[in-house]
């Protein structure tokens, strides 16, 4: 198999998945919205204050980043998983673990990156300002792609399990505890200028290329085992 | 062999905890009695690391060589390890609170037992959540081998990078350092409680196999039912 047929494959299926995508475009919205609505949720039932509130901010922001990645989990091959496509991409010829890296990264694209583009806007709602939101956005940038990779694995592995939304929770909310407490990390550092964020942010970049590297392989073992 | 191992786990169970409580000194360092709980915590700690290793040992096996017997023993083995898990975090809990006036810090070794704890119960849930026994053994088995990455967490823990960011409250230690008395108690705990997984876990994987192979003539046989 040459590589460029197997990038050629990689390129079709993200074309694929991110034109689904925009023709379900309420689908793509909900996690979003989800991600306002929670990160809203604790102004409203705290208080206003604006020195909790910078406090409690990053904390709160990756919090409701990891569940609204969550959410959006379930469905990364479910349809696929329903309508058969799925079984026809283990039966192709180019590599699985590649497949799976190219509906990952739509998978990114969709719910990542909007969030991404998303956080100056809350980060607003809880007084972060100037170099934290920059911060904010960079750990974010590096962080969301590996919660879409670890992701990845738990969807594989619940794929039409009865109950498989919140086993999934179960089984990835620990897996994405070092992203968590790195990415809010960053953020913190940067708000209260206690320490330099580029440490955290190195790491977080570090846990993209591990994960970027294992994280496609183990999920193509678990789609083998989950579709028998 | 079951009662064998059930009586070596009794046995030195009963010597251990003699031996920690009344041949040990009363006071060590700057602690009271409540140290003694360290001849239950320290093997619970030891031994939850231990299982979820031979946990990983028993599902590479499995998805090696396909054998079903592997993973009859890693499903076997993670119920007890999480019990484990439990009591080294519930008597540390105990003791914090008579030693650090608290009874929850999250210093990094505490909260990496928490995620192995987290880690156990997704394994458990999921194996119990798909009901075909040939996908749920293959799944769990993967799943068991991405939470590997907890253990080596957990054993490092210890080394804080920056004393004033984490504060690790528990600090590196060495066997050598501790007094034989306390040491003889610890090695007792710890072989007793080896012992009692082995006993466990056979006991646990014997019911396993006999509710996989019920619908097999020689499990009607042995219960005594008719083979409807």
Known sequence: ?228 | MIPWFALAAGVPTVFGLYWGFFETPDILSQQKEYYRIIFVHVPAAWMSMWLYLVLVGWAVLGLIYNTRLSFVMAAAVAPTGALFTGIALLTGVLWGKTSWGTWWDWDPRLTSELILFFIYAGYMALQSAIEDSYRADRASALLAIVGLFCIPLIYWSINCPDPTQCAALHARSSLSAIETNILIALWTMVFAFWMYSFAVIFVRVRNIILERERNSTWVSKLVGGDPS
């Open chain 1, 1 to 228: 198999m040459s590589t460029s047929s197997s990038s050629q494959a990689v390129l079709v299926l993200l074309r694929r998945d991110l034109t689904l995508a925009f023709r379900h475009r309420s689908e793509m919205f909900t996690p979003l919205f989800f991600f306002i609505l929670v990160t809203a949720l604790f102004p409203m039932s705290i208080g206003a204050e604006r020195s909790l509130l910078q406090n409690i901010g990053p904390g709160v922001i990756w919090v409701a980043a990891l569940l609204a990645a969550l959410l959006s989990l379930e469905s990364m091959f479910r349809s696929d998983y329903e309508d058969g496509s799925l079984e026809q991409m283990l039966l192709t010829p180019q590599p699985l673990s590649l497949l799976v890296l190219g509906k990952i990264l739509a998978h990114w694209l969709r719910t990542g990156l909007p969030l991404v583009l998303l956080a100056p806007l809350v980060g607003f709602q809880y007084y972060l300002a100037g170099e934290t939101l920059i911060t904010m956005m960079l750990a974010l940038l590096l962080g969301t792609p590996v919660l879409s990779l670890l992701g990845a694995i738990g969807a594989a592995l619940t794929l039409g399990v009865r109950g498989g939304g919140m086993l999934l929770s179960l089984l990835i909310l620990p897996l994405y505890i070092p992203i968590l407490v790195y990415g809010a990390g960053a953020v913190a550092a940067s708000a209260t200028q206690s320490l330099p964020a580029q440490p955290f942010l190195l790491l977080l970049g570090a846990f993209l290329i591990l994960a970027m590297v294992l994280t496609p392989v183990a999920t193509a073992a678990a789609l083998r085992i989950s579709l028998g």
